[in-house]
Nanobody, 115 residues
Framework: QVQAVESGGGLVQAGGSLRLSCVFS????????MSWYRQPPGAERERVAT???????YYADSVKGRFTISRDNARNTLTLQLNSLKPEDTAVYYC?????????WGQGTQVTVSS
């Protein structure tokens, strides 16, 4: 089993920055890929960014150039740096770790961007 705990959400003005962190614990050796997802109010959950075990990254078009995903395998930590935030980035952000057989979700952290 793997547990994931996010931190770092909050309220920020448009144009500001936040840094989200997620710490994985338990059978972390099983995790291959790590991702951040978000769920805006009244909308579906969507993938924001992924970092593969080898370090390659993927970003949704809506966040390219503004968000940066990174992972520290030694500390079992996943980070998302959010810059140039927009009101439409308001959502609950979830970290997600994927092993070969199953995925593990964090509980979510709220990011609210005011205009």
């Amino acid at each position: 089993q793997v547990q994931a705990v996010e931190s770092g959400g909050g309220l920020v003005q448009a144009g500001g920055s936040l840094r989200l962190s997620c710490v994985f614990s338990g059978n972390t050796d099983s995790i291959i890929n790590m991702s951040w997802y978000r769920q805006p109010p009244g909308a579906e959950r969507e993938r924001v960014a992924t970092v593969l075990s080898g370090g390659a990254t993927y970003y949704a078009d809506s966040v390219k150039g503004r968000f940066t995903i990174s992972r520290d395998n030694a500390r079992n930590t996943l980070t998302l740096q959010l810059n140039s935030l927009k009101p439409e980035d308001t959502a609950v952000y979830y970290c997600y770790g994927r092993s070969r057989m199953v995925g593990y979700w964090g509980q979510g952290t709220q990011v609210t961007v005011s205009s």
